[in-house]
Every structure is written in structure tokens, then in C-alpha cells.
């Protein structure tokens, strides 16, 4: 069993839609929590980060985590074509850990 | 701009030679991990170095070699290229403290082999 599991989408919505993006992980003992989004080959860039069960709220992101179920969520309020990308989950188990990624899910928000 | 620099950006270079990817991290932070991302993979680690110390290893071939040095930035070798190691290498770097966990990466070099 892979440490984090991703479903690779793709995923296609109308502009305007909430998008929900999900993760689970496999060890109870990850504690750090990150979503990133990927364009085109470019390098990844930090969305949302928590260390925390809960929801975590930046603008028209919202980060939840579920740790008893060890389910990770991202949603995506009135999403925009520019949301258009690759967003990938990241999960460590320690202040000096490794990150475990998903796999990514392709994401593509059409006007 | 996350602050963590790669350089250089594009790679091109013949089967069976030497390269060095180099990362400078952002200010203050200690850790720095090395990615690599195949068309249509994920992002695969290969090692990860705190404070010049190696602290993880993954799917890293015996062709690779990195290191950190005493100013953080960190170097990834890859000796002995073969056309499969064409990808995008990223580099991320982490302060590595309770509250400020999270990893930002680098704009990555590509590597091409040919």
C-alpha cells in the first residue's frame, strides 16, 4: 500500500463549480499536511499547509483534514479557468521527514 | 517566486556523461530534498539533507550522488546518464520547525539526454 493515495483525475468542471480534491494516507503518524499546485511542468507551488485535524480557510481554498480517517481534502470555490493544473497532495510524518506525494490530480476548469 | 533557486534551467547533454544540478535554498531554511518527475509520473524523492548531514535516501540510483555544503546550498550529480534520466529535477527546501514544516520548491531543471 502506497503511503498516500491520489486519484489522478483527470477532473473537468465549468467555471464557477466547487471542486473537491482528496487524498488518504496510510500512517496514523503523519502529522503535516500540504496541497500544491503544479502547472505545466513547472515547479510545484505551495497552496495550503496544516499540522492540525480541521478546516483551514485562504480565500477560495479551503484545506480539511480528517486525521481518524486519515483523509485529506482541498476544495476550490468558484473555480476559474486559471485553477487549470495539476494539484498535488504532501504528507510528513515529522518536523524533519520526508514528504510523500500523491499522485496528482489533473485539473481542468473550462469558461 | 518561492525563493529557492535551480540552476541551471535546461539540460541537454549525451548518453554516458556527467551532470550537476545545483540548489540554493530559501534564506533560513535548513533542509533540502531532491525530486525527480518523469513525463507522467509523480514526483519521485531521491534524498534529503539537513543542515549538510544526509538524512534519507529514496529511489536514488547508485549513478546519483548529492551533497549539501556548509552555505546549505545543495549539488545533485548524475554520473553515467542514460536516456531514462531525462526529467525534471526539482530541488525543495524546508526550515524544518514545528509550525513552519511546509516545502517550497524550485522552478526545477530539465534534463534532457540524448
Known amino acids: 500500500q502506497k503511503e498516500v493515495e491520489q486519484d489522478p483525475g483527470p477532473l473537468s468542471v465549468p467555471e464557477g463549480a466547487i471542486v473537491s480534491l482528496n487524498c488518504t494516507y496510510s500512517n496514523s503518524a503523519f502529522q503535516y499536511f500540504m496541497w500544491y499546485r503544479q502547472y505545466s511542468r513547472k515547479g510545484p507551488e505551495l497552496l495550503m499547509y496544516t499540522y492540525s485535524s480541521g478546516n483551514k480557510e485562504d480565500g477560495r481554498f479551503t484545506a480539511q483534514v480528517d486525521k481518524s480517517s486519515k483523509y485529506i481534502s482541498l476544495f476550490i470555490r468558484d473555480s476559474q479557468p486559471s485553477d487549470s493544473a495539476t494539484y498535488l497532495c504532501a504528507i510528513r510524518g515529522s518536523t524533519l521527514g520526508r514528504l510523500y506525494f500523491g499522485r496528482g490530480t489533473q485539473l481542468t476548469v473550462w469558461p | 517566486d518561492s525563493g529557492v533557486t535551480q540552476t541551471p534551467k535546461h539540460l541537454i547533454t549525451a548518453t554516458g556523461q556527467r551532470v550537476t544540478l545545483r540548489c540554493s535554498p530559501r534564506?533560513?531554511?535548513?533542509?533540502v530534498y531532491w525530486y525527480q518527475q518523469s513525463l507522467d509520473q509523480g514526483l519521485q524523492f531521491l534524498i534529503h539533507?539537513?543542515?549538510?548531514?544526509?538524512?534519507a535516501k529514496g529511489n536514488i540510483l547508485e549513478r546519483f550522488s548529492a551533497q549539501q555544503f556548509p552555505d546549505l546550498h545543495s549539488e545533485l550529480n548524475l554520473s553515467s546518464l542514460e536516456l531514462g534520466d531525462s526529467a525534471l529535477y526539482f530541488c525543495a527546501s524546508s526550515m524544518g520547525m514545528i509550525k513552519n514544516t511546509e516545502a517550497f520548491f524550485g522552478q526545477g531543471t530539465r534534463l534532457t539526454v540524448v
Open positions: 534564506s533560513g531554511d535548513l533542509s
Open positions: 539533507y539537513y543542515n549538510g548531514e544526509e538524512r
